[in-house]
């Protein structure tokens, strides 16, 4: 019996060009228009988001890790510009108030 293929005919080897890494963390990256900006948007599939937890700008909840999320930056921006956010928080921005609403015993981050 011969070994399994891990990866199946056809498919580029490591050493072929590496400029588009755009499925590098599982996921694709998009751009989108918001507040009048162009954000670069990366969705995170959730095998590759390990190791690390970070806090969502949408809910101030922690997504944890090995939980697929979205990345989004604004275009003209560099690498600490980047915000971790869950998907349904980054769908859902347009809706939110501009002021997150806790009780009154909440923690505030």
Not at 16 to 44: I, K, L, M, N, P
């Amino acid at each position: 019996m011969s070994p399994r293929r891990n990866r199946p005919k056809g498919a580029p080897s490591a050493s072929a060009d590496q400029s588009d890494r755009s499925d590098r963390y599982g996921g694709w990256q998009t751009s989108e228009s918001w507040q009048g900006e162009a954000w670069s948007v990366r969705h995170v599939a959730g095998a590759s988001a390990e190791g690390k937890t970070y806090r969502c700008p949408g809910c101030a909840q922690l997504i944890p890790s090995a939980v697929p999320h979205v990345v989004a930056w604004p275009e003209h921006a560099g690498v600490d510009d980047r915000r971790h956010w869950h998907k349904a928080c980054w769908n859902a921005k347009d809706r939110r108030t501009t002021r997150v609403q806790r009780s009154r015993n909440a923690p505030r981050f």
